[in-house]
C-alpha cells in the first residue's frame, strides 16, 4: 500500500519541542522531495519546510526559519521535522507530502504524488 504516514504530534507548551515523523511505504521517499505543510482553524494551508531528494537542500518559510528544521532518513523511508520553541501560533494539523518535483511542492501543492493524513500540534498553557 502506497502511503505516508505522519506521527508525532500532541500537546506541548510555548517553548517547547516536539518532532514530527513522516513515513513511506510502497515507494521510496529517495525519488522525492518531502515538504510539511500545516493548516489551522479558519486559515490557508501553509507550506512550512521542504527539503530535495537531489541534494538535500532545505527551504523554510519565514515563520519557522531559525526554530524548525527538516531531515530526511533515506534508511528508515522516513523525513523528520523537529520544531523547537514552539509558539502558540505553530498550532496546526501538520501534514506531509511527496513529490519527485520540488517545484510542485512548493508552488503547486495540491498535485503532489502523495498526502499523508495529518497530526495535530497543540501549543498551550
Known amino acids: 500500500q502506497v502511503q505516508l504516514v505522519e506521527s508525532g504530534g500532541g500537546l506541548v507548551q510555548p517553548g517547547g519541542s516536539l518532532r514530527l515523523s513522516c513515513a513511506a511505504s510502497g515507494f521510496t521517499l529517495d525519488d522525492y522531495a518531502v515538504g510539511w505543510f500545516r493548516q489551522a482553524p479558519g486559515k490557508e494551508r501553509e507550506g512550512v519546510a521542504f527539503i530535495s531528494h537531489i541534494d538535500n537542500s532545505a527551504y523554510y518559510a519565514d515563520s519557522v526559519k531559525g526554530r524548525f528544521t527538516i531531515s530526511r532518513d533515506n534508511a528508515k523511508n522516513t523525513v523528520y521535522l523537529q520544531m523547537n520553541s514552539l509558539k502558540p501560533e505553530d498550532t496546526a494539523v501538520y501534514y506531509c507530502?511527496?513529490?519527485?518535483?520540488?517545484?510542485?511542492?512548493?508552488?503547486?501543492?495540491?498535485?503532489?504524488?502523495?498526502w499523508g493524513q495529518g497530526t495535530q500540534v497543540t501549543v498551550s498553557s
Open positions: 507530502a511527496a513529490d519527485p518535483l520540488t517545484v510542485v511542492l512548493r508552488f503547486a501543492p495540491g498535485e503532489s504524488s502523495h
